[in-house]
């Protein structure tokens, strides 16, 4: 499995940005899907998770601002990120759960006004 992510890395506080996560290979074994997120100096937290029924949750920390949903036909998965604050500023990651666990590159999120 091969996972691709997109999106704008630049935004404003409370603004919005939308990352994508386009899934490549043997896409038909993956199962759960998850956005995590890692700023300098701290450990990597999970943001979002997606089950392949639609089942999601979120930390804390986001949640109520952030949506993560999938499109199964486009192999797809993307992270709505609204109401965005500087302490949402990290690298992100999508994760994909299949006969092992696979992640994207990682794309920076930097939000500044």
């Known amino acids: 499995v091969q996972l691709v992510e997109s999106g704008v890395g630049l935004g404003q506080p409370g603004g919005s940005l939308r990352r994508s996560c386009a899934a490549s290979?043997?896409?038909?074994?993956?199962?759960?899907m998850r956005w995590y997120r890692q700023d300098q100096g701290k450990q990597r937290e999970v943001v979002a998770i997606i089950s392949s029924s639609g089942n999601t949750n979120y930390a804390d920390s986001v949640k109520g601002r952030f949506t993560i949903s999938r499109d199964n036909a486009k192999n797809t998965v993307f992270l709505q990120m609204n109401s965005l604050k500087p302490e949402d500023t990290a690298v992100y990651y999508c994760n994909a759960m299949a006969r092992e666990s696979y992640w994207g590159q990682g794309t920076q999120v930097t939000v500044s006004s």
């Open positions: 290979g043997s896409v038909f074994s993956i199962t759960t």
